[in-house]
């Protein structure tokens, strides 16, 4: 079974729809994050939650907006897309919340905003 | 203010072959480290990570990192890589809350 899941595993939208990209971990894990990988392959935190609680925020537009509707689940929500938002998204989950902690990691929705 | 960098963008290496790729990174504070690797089409994984104790610390399929405090590296070793070893990798530290990435080297091996 997949520890982390996130769907779609495709997206491809116009300029200006709203999105959304859903993540699940069936690991038990109380952390969450999303990742947003650049063309260059740089990846970047965006958000991370503890047990549905927003922990971190990076700098990020407002367009986007995480959703925890329990433990297990940290959805993200973009609205008003742009081609700049074209990248590949990654969630993870790790058991705790603290630095020390491995990530786990799924296998990215790749976004392709035209 | 931290960061990592990753000297190599990519690294070819004939297959069965050593490799050693490359990471240092800056902070003035005591850091936790790691290596993450990504398969094609895959997210990452941890490969191994530092914390504390003995700096040279190893994973189960042959790579090993060594945290050098007095110049700030942590590069990674095999020494012996294998066509299944092609991946990108990636070094990351982190300090705070936070986890902070390097830019990846893609590791080619050639037959």
């Known amino acids: 079974d997949t520890a982390v899941s996130q769907t779609p595993k495709y997206l491809v939208t116009q300029m200006g729809n709203d999105k959304s990209i859903k993540c699940e971990q069936n690991?038990?894990?109380?952390?969450m994050y999303w990742y947003k990988q650049d063309s260059k392959k740089f990846l970047k935190i965006m958000f991370s939650?503890?047990?549905?609680?927003?922990?971190i925020n990076e700098t990020v537009p407002n367009r986007f907006s995480p959703k925890s509707p329990d433990k297990a689940h940290l959805n993200l929500h973009i609205n008003s897309l742009e081609l700049g938002d074209s990248a590949v998204y990654f969630c993870?989950?790790?058991?705790?919340?603290?630095?020390?902690?491995?990530?786990?990691f799924g296998p990215g929705t790749r976004l392709l905003v035209l | 203010a931290q960061s990592v960098t990753q000297l190599d963008s990519q690294v070819p290496v004939f297959e069965e072959a050593p490799v050693e790729l490359r990471c240092n990174y800056s902070?003035?504070?005591?850091?936790?480290l790691f290596w993450y690797v990504q398969y094609p089409n895959q997210g990452l994984q941890l490969l191994l990570k530092y914390l504390s104790g003995s700096t040279l610390v190893e994973s189960i399929n042959g790579f090993e990192a060594e945290f050098n405090k007095s110049q700030t590296s942590f590069h990674l070793r095999k020494p012996s890589v294998h066509i299944s070893d092609t991946a990108e990798y990636f070094c990351a530290v982190s300090v705070g809350d936070k986890i902070i990435f390097g830019k990846g080297t893609r590791l080619h091996i050639l037959p």
């Open positions: 690991l038990g894990h109380d952390t």
């Open positions: 902070s003035s504070v005591s850091v936790y």
């Open positions: 939650y503890n047990n549905k609680e927003l922990i």
């Open positions: 993870a989950s790790s058991q705790e919340m603290g630095v020390q902690e491995t990530q786990y």
